[in-house]
């Protein structure tokens, strides 16, 4: 037998920068005039995010004489499909973008998590640029490469791991921001503090009344640990091997949720109801103690997220189909992030499906 051997075995960086301030949305198209990151630009972007910022940034570029297009889509998750993919590839592909096309991923997770799939499929894998304009974009999902799209069987069901080339995070887009998508991003950003860090939680606490009111120092601050909580566990766990995982705390029945619901809840809601079902059997298993559960509840309450489904009509048998959907199942036994205290997560594999049907009958 002849054997002929392909040494890939390369070393790749693919470190990047998170940058924080205000206006620098303003500065995007000549600091990519300055330094470009490719010799054409695709900004894709929602139509709501389109209308007040799009136009704006593509007249900038072309005002610096860079060669750009906007491309965009109806805002909202039922958005995030293949379909879109397909659109926006076949829209590229009539413009003849090439290899040398870099994307702008100008919205929020949505635009991000749908623009950097594009970008790591597209000529089998282009350059982005993720421009986060929610708060759940900047604190969270604008950071560490997951890009996917939705199935109508299960979220994020179809993607990859593909790491922007940089973030800019300009916090005065938080201004034209609806109130209820503040309350969306604080899900992620608790659930940060909840896993990770306990003098963060604690600093939440103590500034929820001004992140509400979109006191940008106080936003700037929370961002900022958030980004450098989440860009410290993806440094250690590209792929979610092991650590990654923690940053699923209340997914698991948060995704199921959205999906049984055909997206109709927001992501940071779920979440939030995922995150209250998880501390409860958390509690229940006796790894965490009453006290800290009304503590993580209480904070909920307050940024304005749900408890529970109380409004929708989900069964709880629904969203336990959804889970085995989603999830690797060993012996009716899942992996499950719980909490063992404020500010530390661990994924344990003892909660069964049964332990979550009694949460969710609970609720
Ligand atoms: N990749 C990851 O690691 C990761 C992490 C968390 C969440 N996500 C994904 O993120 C998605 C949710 O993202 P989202 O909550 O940002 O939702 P979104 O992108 O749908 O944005 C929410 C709404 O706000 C509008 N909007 C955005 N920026 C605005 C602005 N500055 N002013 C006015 N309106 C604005 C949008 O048009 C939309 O209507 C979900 O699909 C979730 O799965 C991904
Ligand atoms: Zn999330």
């Known amino acids: 037998m002849e054997t002929v051997k392909i040494d890939l075995?390369?070393?790749?960086?693919?470190s990047y920068d998170i940058f924080i301030d205000s206006f620098l949305f303003d500065g995007l198209a000549d600091e990519l005039k300055r330094k470009p990151a490719a010799n054409s630009y695709a900004v894709i972007t929602d139509s709501n995010v389109g209308k007040i910022y799009g136009k704006k940034l593509l007249k900038n570029l072309q005002d610096d004489e860079i060669n750009s297009h906007l491309i965009s889509f109806s805002a909202g998750e039922k958005s995030k499909s293949r379909k879109t993919k397909e659109r926006i590839e076949d829209e590229m592909l009539r413009l003849g973008l090439g290899r040398g096309t870099c994307i702008i991923a100008l919205g929020g997770g949505v635009v991000g998590d749908l623009a950097g799939f594009v970008a790591a499929t597209y000529m089998r894998g282009i350059p982005y640029i993720q421009v986060p304009t929610t708060l759940l974009a900047m604190a969270d999902s604008s950071i560490g490469g997951k890009v996917a799209v939705d199935t109508p069987h299960a979220k994020n069901s179809v993607g990859s791991f593909h790491q922007p080339k940089k973030v800019v995070i300009d916090i005065n887009f938080l201004k034209t921001l609806p109130k209820k998508?503040?309350?969306?991003?604080?899900?992620?950003?608790?659930?940060?503090?909840?896993i990770k860090d306990k003098d963060f939680f604690h600093f939440l606490e103590k500034n929820i009344d001004g992140i509400l009111k979109c006191d940008l120092e106080a936003l700037k601050q929370a961002?900022?640990?958030?980004c450098e909580i989440k860009a410290d566990i993806v440094a250690e766990d590209e792929k979610e091997k092991g650590l990654r995982k923690i940053l699923n705390y209340g997914h698991t029945i948060g995704h199921a949720i959205e999906s049984a619901l055909k997206y109709g809840i927001s992501h940071g809601e779920a979440v939030a109801v995922g995150m209250c079902c998880a501390a409860k059997l958390a509690a229940k298993k006796g790894f965490l103690d009453e006290g800290s559960v009304i503590r993580q509840n209480n904070l909920l309450d307050h940024a304005g997220l749900p408890h529970k489904l109380?409004?929708?009509?989900?069964?709880?048998?629904?969203?336990?189909?959804?889970?085995?959907?989603?999830?690797?199942?060993?012996?009716?036994?899942?992996?499950?992030?719980?909490?063992?205290?404020?500010?530390?997560?661990?994924?344990?594999?003892?909660?069964?499906?049964?332990?979550?049907?009694?949460?969710?009958?609970?609720?």
Not at 181 to 194: F, P, Q, R, S
Not at 223 to 226: C, L, Q, V
Not at 317 to 323: D, P, S, V
């Open 9 to 14: 075995n390369k070393e790749t960086d693919d």
């Open 181 to 194: 998508e503040i309350a969306n991003g604080l899900a992620e950003i608790i659930k940060h503090a909840l």
């Open 310 to 363: 109380s409004h929708h009509k989900l069964k709880p048998k629904i969203i336990l189909e959804r889970i085995k959907y989603d999830k690797k199942i060993i012996n009716g036994r899942i992996n499950f992030v719980l909490l063992n205290s404020i500010g530390n997560a661990f994924v344990s594999d003892d909660v069964t499906l049964e332990d979550i049907k009694k949460i969710l009958e609970e609720q």
């Open 223 to 226: 961002i900022k640990r958030s």
